[in-house]
């Protein structure tokens, strides 16, 4: 059996001047290779930090951390972020689109930065544009299309390098139920198709409902599953 995630006993804190802030308490998750899995709680439940651990982007306190079996926080700066690349990716819930780049120059962007040639890139974007269905909007500023779009241009941004998992925060945020749950099915879509492993947070039950499996987090532990 592989597993592309396992979490043993991880803690997270955060301080504000001398408060520590416990925000994961004893985390253990399983999550297999090609699976789907929803994590629901309420804002301030620890979703997003409990997603940030897993996908290798903030270290925990305490615990370990294992993607597609490998100790993620065990490996040096440079070993860690050439593993993320080739096999995770993270869609944050922030519109984090640079609004003066067209859509295409947006999902360009960390092809650009990691030296991918031009026409390697051009490709890249084509299909990752295909895969969201937003072909004919490459030329587009963010501000000329609806919230939707944006989320899906997001999507495509977080799937340029063909990632194995995906960790999707909040990928819904601020939508109308209509394009929240075409939103979802493009994940499952993207599960179904290429295997593409999901991990999800979401504070809508309708969204929770259309993933399937979820567990329930609040106040920084798994309470329910």
Not at 6 to 16: G, N, P
Not at 163 to 176: M, Q, V, Y
Request: hydrophobic share 40%; aromatic share 6%.
């Amino acid at each position: 059996m592989e597993y592309a995630l396992q979490l043993y006993s991880v803690y997270k804190s955060y301080f504000i001047d001398l408060l520590e802030i416990k925000v994961l308490k004893d985390i253990n998750l399983d999550l297999k290779l090609g699976d789907v899995l929803c994590v629901m709680g309420p804002t301030g439940s620890g979703k997003t930090t409990l997603l940030k651990v897993a996908s290798g982007f903030l270290k925990p306190d305490k615990g370990k951390v294992k993607l597609l079996g490998v100790d993620i926080y065990g490996l040096s700066q440079k070993d860690r972020i050439r593993f993320l690349r080739k096999n995770v990716s993270f869609m944050p819930q922030e519109d984090v689109l640079i609004w003066e780049l067209t859509l295409f120059e947006n999902v360009e962007l960390p092809l650009l930065i990691s030296g991918v040639p031009k026409k390697k890139r051009w490709r890249i974007v084509e299909d990752a544009l295909s895969l969201v269905e937003l072909d004919g909007l490459e030329n587009r500023l963010p501000s000329e299309v609806s919230g939707g779009e944006r989320r899906r241009i997001l999507l495509a941004r977080s799937l340029v390098f063909m990632p194995k998992i995906l960790f999707a925060d909040e990928p819904t945020s601020n939508l109308d139920s209509k394009t929240a749950l075409r939103i979802v099915d493009k994940l499952l879509e993207l599960n179904k198709e290429h295997g593409l492993t999901l991990l999800v947070s979401t504070h809508d039950p309708l969204v929770a409902e259309k993933l399937g499996k979820t567990i329930l987090i609040r106040d920084g532990k798994l309470v329910e599953k």
